[in-house]
């Protein structure tokens, strides 16, 4: 995600009702910011939150919380949210490391990892969100049989998560390297860089895995 420095940004994100930057006071509470109590789903690394405001929408019976580390980007799912005051979806300005000291254990049933920033030197392979440091943090706050969804348009990085997830013990459930020509594209809902990198010709690689 390209950065802009937005002047405001932060105090904006900080006053609306529909996000969190303080996440870890509302450890094992998550519940009570939504109208009413459903199963959480997580996506960490949202950006501008288009894929989660259309989750929300055509799932009302699901509770969203969008993780995202820079209120220069996640100002505009904010400002979206604003607009359409969607009772299922709230937004957290935090970094994925903290996951842990965010929610508790079990809080969350479902992880979606989208266009995650890819890392590629070998050096800073413990960065990439579908490493064994994340997955271990994952393991922390995911229900047990909870599920993570991982799309990628970066080859080398959908190889990694694979063979991350299978190190890790979780199980995988489905798998494609050409989303939109495959079975799976049924109900895909589409996130900013899938549109983006998939107008370019990319073709876009999903995967979905259980944790035990
Ligand atoms: N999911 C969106 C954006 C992908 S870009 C889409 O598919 O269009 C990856 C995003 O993840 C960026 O906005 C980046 O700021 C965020 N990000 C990267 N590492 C993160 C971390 N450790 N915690 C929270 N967000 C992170």
């Not at 490493?131 to 993570?148: A, K, P, T, W």
């Not at 990694?160 to 494609?176: A, K, Q």
Request: with cysteine.
């Amino acid at each position: 995600m390209r950065l802009k420095n937005i002047p405001g940004a932060g105090e904006k994100v900080a006053a609306s009702r529909f996000a969190v930057t303080e996440p870890e006071t509302m450890r094992g509470k998550w519940q009570t910011l939504f109208a009413a109590p459903q199963p959480i789903h997580l996506e960490i690394g949202m950006g501008k939150g288009h894929f989660l405001a259309e989750m929300a929408q055509l799932h009302p019976k699901i509770n969203y919380i969008g993780l995202e580390k820079y209120s220069s980007v996640l100002i505009r799912a904010v400002e979206k949210q604003e607009e359409l005051q969607l009772p299922n979806l709230i937004l957290i300005q935090a970094d994925a490391e903290g996951l842990p000291d965010d929610f508790a254990e079990g809080e969350v049933e479902r992880i979606y990892l989208n266009f995650s920033d890819p890392w590629p030197k070998d050096r800073h392979a413990k960065r990439r969100l579908t490493s064994s440091r994340f997955l271990e943090r994952y393991d922390q706050v995911l229900v047990h049989g909870g599920i993570l969804e991982f799309k990628t348009d970066n080859l080398p990085l959908f190889e990694f998560s694979l063979d991350s997830v299978r190190e890790h013990g979780w199980e995988i459930l489905e798998e494609t390297r050409d989303l939109h020509h495959s079975a799976m594209a049924e109900g895909n809902v589409m996130t900013e860089y899938e549109e983006k990198f998939s107008k370019l010709g990319s073709k876009i690689c999903k995967l979905v895995v259980r944790r035990p």
